[in-house]
């Protein structure tokens, strides 16, 4: 076998269940599950409808450019929400549709990066775990960035030394972040193009959350929306990666796409068509009309920002945390290790959440999961509110 599969850490959610093997909940109180991103909202109706309508297309292959249908309606979508201005991506070149953005992170960097180059690639500390898993089988080091509190949980780029930026292949961004909420502003974006360019590697920007924002006169920007801005028609050395998952709560559906950079892009397109990841056409007959609506994304996150309104009022006076920015998640400290915080959580209130360090690794400057928890804000508001109330009563025990 692959001997760099040794060098995976286990997922999160395997750690969970084995933190949660040996407790026992209340049985008289329903299970309120708060630990996995999983959207919960119902998924428009209409997605539903195209893909019963394109049984037809179960009798095609699909290949790796996905349809030109679809392409186009992405390339409009991005064009209209980063006001990127018309005609800005080239739907022939600067798209594939990927089987959500966790096959194509992953399928990007084996791609991009060169077994053989003693390369890093830098990523935010607490992240995705794909972003290592994918970084370790490419044969690369990952590098971690610590997100903290004192630097707006935002990656230090001028923590890295010149030395590191040389090796680095591949920089991967999360903006809105994961577990954080953080948005990344034009300045910052712009910081780390320069960074690419001086030292000649590429931006991978994970954007899944770039429609569930907390204010709607402040939508997330995109990498692409920056390049713009500086001139770099091309996107060179960038590529973004966006999801029905989040933005239309259908993560069942496994539909995302990657764009950017068109030389990036073509590489990207070889390796995917020997990869055998094409998205079957059905799915991208019902992701087409995902990418062209707005008004289910829109009622979509009013209810979220309906959850943070209501639970934040509770949570407030036992954990010391605020709303972010952006995605739906809380990123709270615990008053206590944060794996006993989710265990006595679990065993007590049946409400499950994430302990931070399984999210994150250990560093020269520290753990930034260790004491943390994340709250995902998915089930319904009234389940919400409940499980807010569980940790609320749950807290003022400790």
Same mark, same amino acid.
């Given at each position: 076998m692959n001997p760099l599969l040794r060098r995976l850490h286990p997922y999160p959610f395997e750690r969970l269940a084995s933190l949660m093997a040996s407790v026992t909940p209340p049985s008289g109180r329903a299970h309120i599950p708060l630990s996995i991103g999983e959207p919960k909202h119902a998924p428009p109706a209409f997605v539903g409808e195209a893909l019963c309508a394109a049984t037809d297309a179960l009798g095609t292959y699909p290949v790796a450019l996905g349809t030109e249908a679809l392409r186009r309606a992405i390339a409009k979508w991005l064009e209209r929400r980063f006001a990127l201005g018309e005609d800005a991506v080239d739907p022939r070149t600067?798209?594939?549709?990927?089987?959500?953005?966790?096959? %194509?992170?992953?399928?990007?960097?084996?791609?991009?990066?060169?077994?053989?180059?003693?390369?890093?690639?830098?990523?935010?500390? /607490?992240?995705?775990?794909?972003?290592?898993?994918?970084?370790?089988? !490419?044969?690369?080091?990952?590098?971690?960035?610590?997100?903290?509190?004192?630097?707006?949980?935002?990656?230090?780029?001028?923590?890295? *030394?010149?030395?590191?930026?040389?090796?680095?292949?591949?920089?991967?961004?999360?903006?809105?972040?994961?577990?954080?909420?953080?948005?990344?502003?034009?300045?910052?974006?712009?910081? !780390?193009?320069?960074? !690419?360019?001086?030292?000649?590697?590429?931006?991978?920007?994970?954007?899944?959350y770039a429609d569930i924002y907390l204010d709607e006169a402040r939508p997330p920007p995109s990498l692409l929306q920056v390049c713009r801005a500086m001139g770099r028609d091309d996107f060179r050395r960038c590529v973004v990666f966006h999801s029905l998952s989040k933005r239309s709560s259908v993560p069942g559906l496994r539909s995302g796409f990657v764009a950017g950079d068109a030389d990036i892009m073509a590489a990207y397109r070889l390796?995917?068509?020997?990869?055998?990841?094409?998205?079957?056409?059905?799915?991208?007959?019902?992701?087409?009309p995902a990418w062209e609506d707005e008004a289910h994304v829109t009622a979509s996150r009013l209810l979220y920002q309906e959850k943070f309104e209501a639970v934040m009022p509770i949570l407030d006076g036992v954990l010391e945390v605020s709303a972010p920015a952006a995605a739906f998640y809380l990123w709270a400290p615990t008053p206590i290790d944060d794996e006993v915080f989710a265990r006595d959580l679990f065993a007590r209130q049946h409400v499950t959440v994430l302990p931070g360090r399984y999210l994150s690794r250990p560093t020269d400057a520290?753990? /930034?999961?260790?004491?943390?928890?994340?709250? *995902?804000?998915?089930?319904?508001?009234?389940?919400?509110?409940?499980? !807010? %109330?569980?940790?609320?009563?749950?807290?003022?025990?400790l």
């Amino acid at each position: 076998m692959n001997p760099l599969l040794r060098r995976l850490h286990p997922y999160p959610f395997e750690r969970l269940a084995s933190l949660m093997a040996s407790v026992t909940p209340p049985s008289g109180r329903a299970h309120i599950p708060l630990s996995i991103g999983e959207p919960k909202h119902a998924p428009p109706a209409f997605v539903g409808e195209a893909l019963c309508a394109a049984t037809d297309a179960l009798g095609t292959y699909p290949v790796a450019l996905g349809t030109e249908a679809l392409r186009r309606a992405i390339a409009k979508w991005l064009e209209r929400r980063f006001a990127l201005g018309e005609d800005a991506v080239d739907p022939r070149t600067m798209i594939l549709p990927v089987n959500g953005t966790r096959e %194509g992170l992953f399928s990007f960097v084996q791609a991009a990066v060169d077994p053989s180059a003693d390369s890093l690639v830098m990523m935010p500390n /607490p992240f995705y775990q794909i972003y290592e898993g994918a970084a370790l089988l !490419a044969g690369a080091e990952p590098r971690y960035l610590n997100t903290v509190e004192t630097n707006g949980f935002l990656p230090d780029l001028d923590a890295v *030394s010149g030395a590191e930026w040389d090796r680095c292949a591949l920089l991967f961004l999360c903006s809105p972040g994961n577990p954080t909420g953080a948005v990344m502003d034009e300045a910052f974006l712009r910081k !780390a193009v320069a960074l !690419a360019d001086r030292h000649d590697f590429v931006i991978a920007a994970d954007e899944c959350y770039a429609d569930i924002y907390l204010d709607e006169a402040r939508p997330p920007p995109s990498l692409l929306q920056v390049c713009r801005a500086m001139g770099r028609d091309d996107f060179r050395r960038c590529v973004v990666f966006h999801s029905l998952s989040k933005r239309s709560s259908v993560p069942g559906l496994r539909s995302g796409f990657v764009a950017g950079d068109a030389d990036i892009m073509a590489a990207y397109r070889l390796y995917r068509t020997y990869h055998g990841c094409a998205v079957p056409l059905a799915v991208q007959r019902a992701s087409l009309p995902a990418w062209e609506d707005e008004a289910h994304v829109t009622a979509s996150r009013l209810l979220y920002q309906e959850k943070f309104e209501a639970v934040m009022p509770i949570l407030d006076g036992v954990l010391e945390v605020s709303a972010p920015a952006a995605a739906f998640y809380l990123w709270a400290p615990t008053p206590i290790d944060d794996e006993v915080f989710a265990r006595d959580l679990f065993a007590r209130q049946h409400v499950t959440v994430l302990p931070g360090r399984y999210l994150s690794r250990p560093t020269d400057a520290g753990d /930034p999961g260790v004491g943390r928890v994340r709250i *995902s804000l998915v089930a319904n508001t009234a389940q919400c509110v409940e499980a !807010a %109330g569980r940790i609320r009563d749950f807290c003022r025990t400790l």
